[in-house]
C-alpha cells in the first residue's frame, strides 16, 4: 500500500500531526481515505520528563502517562496505523518516498520527520542535519527547513525543525505540520475544527 502521509517519530510532535489527522479523517470525507502510517522508535524526550509548565497539563505530569495519554486519543479515532519500527533509510523513487525500517519498508506520498533533537541517524541524501543552535547541550540536530517544509511533500516538526524545546511549540508545531498538508488536500487555509473555507 502506498500511504498518502508518513509520521517519521511519534513524540510530541508526531503524536499531535497524527491526532490532528485523526480528528480531520474522522469529520471530512476528502480526507476519510487518507492512509497515514506512524512510524516511531518509542524513544521520545516525553518519556523522561515530569511536567510542570504545559499548558493544560497538570503539574507533575509524568512524561509516561503523558505519551500514554497521546497514543489513546489517537487510538480513539482508529484510522491512523502506529507501527514500533526504527527508520534506517529515507529515499525518493519517482514520486514516492520510500521509507525503509529495520523491518519493513513503506512507500509515502509525503513525509512529515517529528523525530527530535537527539540524533539525526536516517541515512538519507534528501535533508541535511546540522547543530541545534537553540541548545547548549552539545549533539543536537536540527534539520534544514523553510518554515518546516524541506523540499515537495517533505516536512519537518518539533524540535527537529530547529524550534526551542517546549512540549507545547513541538506539539503545536505538529499541528501546524497537519494543517498545512490539511490545506493541500481540503483547499485554502484549512483547520479541522471548524470547516470555514475562506
Ligand atoms: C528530561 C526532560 C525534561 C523536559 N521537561 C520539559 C518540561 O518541563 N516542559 C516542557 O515543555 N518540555 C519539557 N521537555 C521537552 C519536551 O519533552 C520536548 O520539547 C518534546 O518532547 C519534543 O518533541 P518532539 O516531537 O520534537 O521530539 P520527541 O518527543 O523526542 O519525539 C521524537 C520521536 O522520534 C522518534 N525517532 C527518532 N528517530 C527515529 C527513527 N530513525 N525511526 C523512528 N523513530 C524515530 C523517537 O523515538 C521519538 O519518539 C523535557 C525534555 C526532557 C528530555
Not at 17 to 38: R, Y
Not at 67 to 88: A, G
Not at 167 to 192: K, T, Y
Request: proline fraction near 1%; hydrophobic fraction near 40%.
Amino acid at each position: 500500500m502506498t500511504y498518502d502521509i508518513i509520521i517519521i517519530g511519534g513524540g510530541a510532535s508526531g503524536m499531535s500531526a497524527a491526532i490532528t489527522f485523526g480528528s480531520a479523517k474522522s469529520k471530512f470525507d476528502w480526507a476519510a481515505d487518507k492512509n497515514i502510517l506512524v512510524i516511531d522508535s518509542g524513544k521520545s524526550d516525553v518519556n523522561s520528563a515530569s511536567f510542570w509548565n504545559a499548558p493544560g497539563i497538570f503539574f507533575g505530569k509524568n512524561g509516561k502517562e503523558l505519551m500514554q495519554d497521546m497514543h489513546n486519543q489517537l487510538d480513539q479515532y482508529k484510522l491512523i496505523e502506529k507501527v514500533q519500527d526504527f527508520v534506517e533509510e529515507l529515499d525518493k523513487d519517482d514520486d514516492l518516498f520510500v521509507v525503509k525500517t529495520d523491518k519493513e519498508t513503506y512507500k509515502g506520498k509525503t513525509v512529515i520527520l517529528a523525530t527530535g533533537l537527539q540524533k539525526f541517524n536516517i541515512k538519507t541524501s534528501l535533508i541535511d542535519a546540522s547543530v541545534h543552535d537553540k541548545i547548549a547541550r552539545k549533539g543536537k540536530v536540527k534539520l534544514e527547513n523553510k518554515n518546516g517544509i524541506v523540499s515537495e511533500n517533505l516536512y519537518v516538526c518539533g524540535a527537529a525543525a530547529g524550534h526551542q524545546t517546549m512540549f507545547a511549540i513541538a506539539s503545536g508545531d505538529g499541528v501546524r505540520a497537519a494543517c498545512e498538508v490539511l490545506s493541500d488536500w481540503g483547499g485554502n487555509f484549512f483547520v479541522p475544527h471548524d470547516n470555514a473555507f475562506k
